[in-house]
């Protein structure tokens, strides 16, 4: 059964750093590209980033381009994302999730990830 757990978040004041982990379980994580979401109150949920399975890949949202960077730890089956100069609209809940056919060379479609994780609130004040 796979199993997402995210962690990390916090409060912080724009401008400033975090760093996002998510630790997977239950399926063979080096086999599967995992990526980032968001979703503010009242929102729909937003990609945020993406990562290919052996890491050599990555894929980011317009919003958040040249500020956050994903990476991955095969060998521990964690998933991160750097977070800098952040902003009050970075605020969310962020998720990690895992593709969902897994085995695919590069970074697979937005829309095909899922198992989400229980996510980790993010929040950035002014």
């Known amino acids: 059964q796979v199993q997402l757990v995210e962690s990390g978040g916090g409060l912080v004041q724009a401008g400033g750093s975090l760093r996002l982990s998510c630790a997977a379980s239950?399926?063979?994580?080096?086999?599967?590209?995992m990526g980032w979401f968001r979703q503010a109150p009242g929102k729909e949920r937003e990609f945020v980033a993406a990562?290919?399975?052996?890491?050599?890949?990555?894929y980011y949202g317009d919003s958040v381009k040249g500020r956050f960077t994903i990476s991955r730890d095969n060998a521990k089956n964690m998933v991160y994302l750097q977070m800098n100069s952040l902003k009050p609209e970075d605020t969310a809940v962020y998720y990690c999730?895992?593709?969902?056919?897994?085995?695919?060379?590069?970074?697979?479609?937005?829309?095909?990830?899922?198992?989400w994780g229980q996510g980790t609130q993010v929040t950035v004040s002014s």
């Open positions: 990562i290919s399975l052996s890491g050599g890949s990555t």
């Open positions: 239950g399926f063979t994580f080096s086999r599967y590209a």
């Open positions: 999730a895992a593709d969902k056919r897994g085995s695919r060379i590069g970074v697979p479609p937005v829309s095909d990830f899922g198992s």
